[in-house]
């Protein structure tokens, strides 16, 4: 059974339309961590959640944000995407801060 | 950057010859962890190294660590095509402003030819 599950899978949008990718997690874990990569590149840590404790990257960008309304869900939304914002976006969950982390699929995101 | 450095970025072996790969990082960690990522896919975790452990194994995998030298290598026996994939090693700091942040390498693809 899928654990951390992100929808969609693949997302196109429009250059400068808002659009929220979504993460759902069945394993109750405090902790969730949003990542964005691209192509050939290592995960790069966007925020992370410790309970209801928001943490943002020093040079995430303005355009990105996020929610999580409660355990099991968190949002990703980029406000205006720019053509370099597509990338693979990667949700993942732990047990505990530096515990073993479990990723989604990933949401492919295309800006046109 | 608090990311580490992963060294080879792109190994290419025969299968049953043995895959090592190196992780170096900056600042103090509490452990390190190895991913696998095959191709388009989410990270998997492989095995997770406590600082204030030296060697790790699970099934074919061996996972060293050293800490006065801020390194790991992962190394896989045994290889099998099926092990093609990108493999990235991951730190989660001590402390100060990075704690609770789990902090990816750049990777290196290994592929295993048949």
């Known amino acids: 059974d899928a654990m951390v599950i992100q929808n969609p899978r693949y997302q196109v949008t429009q250059f400068g339309k808002p659009v929220t990718l979504s993460c759902s997690q069945t394993l109750n874990h405090n902790v969730m961590y949003w990542y964005q990569q691209k192509s050939s590149q290592a995960p790069k840590l966007l925020f992370h959640y410790y309970d209801k404790d928001f943490n943002n990257e020093a040079d995430t960008p303005d355009n990105f944000q996020s929610r999580r309304p409660n355990t099991s869900f968190c949002f990703l939304d980029i406000r205006s995407p720019g053509l370099g914002d597509a990338a693979m976006y990667l949700c993942?969950?732990?047990?505990?801060?530096?515990?073993?982390?479990?990723f989604g699929q990933g949401t492919r995101l295309t800006v046109v | 950057s608090q990311q580490g450095e992963e060294d080879p970025q792109a190994l290419s072996i025969q299968e049953g010859e043995n895959a090592t790969m190196n992780c170096s990082y900056k600042?103090?960690?509490?452990?390190l962890q190895w991913y696998r990522q095959n191709s388009g896919r989410g990270l998997v975790h492989l095995i997770l190294?406590?600082?204030?452990?030296r060697e790790k194994h699970s099934g074919r995998l061996r996972v060293t660590l050293d800490t006065s030298k801020k390194s790991s290598s992962l190394l896989i026996t045994a290889s099998r095509a099926a092990d093609t994939a990108s493999y990235f090693c991951?730190?989660?700091?001590?402390?100060?402003?990075?704690?609770?942040?789990?902090?990816f390498g750049q990777g290196t693809i290994l592929t295993v030819h048949p």
């Open positions: 993942a969950t732990s047990r505990a801060q530096g515990a073993e982390a479990f």
């Open positions: 991951a730190t989660h700091y001590a402390g100060g402003t990075s704690y609770g942040k789990l902090t």
């Open positions: 190294i406590r600082s204030n452990e």
């Open positions: 600042t103090s960690i509490n452990n």
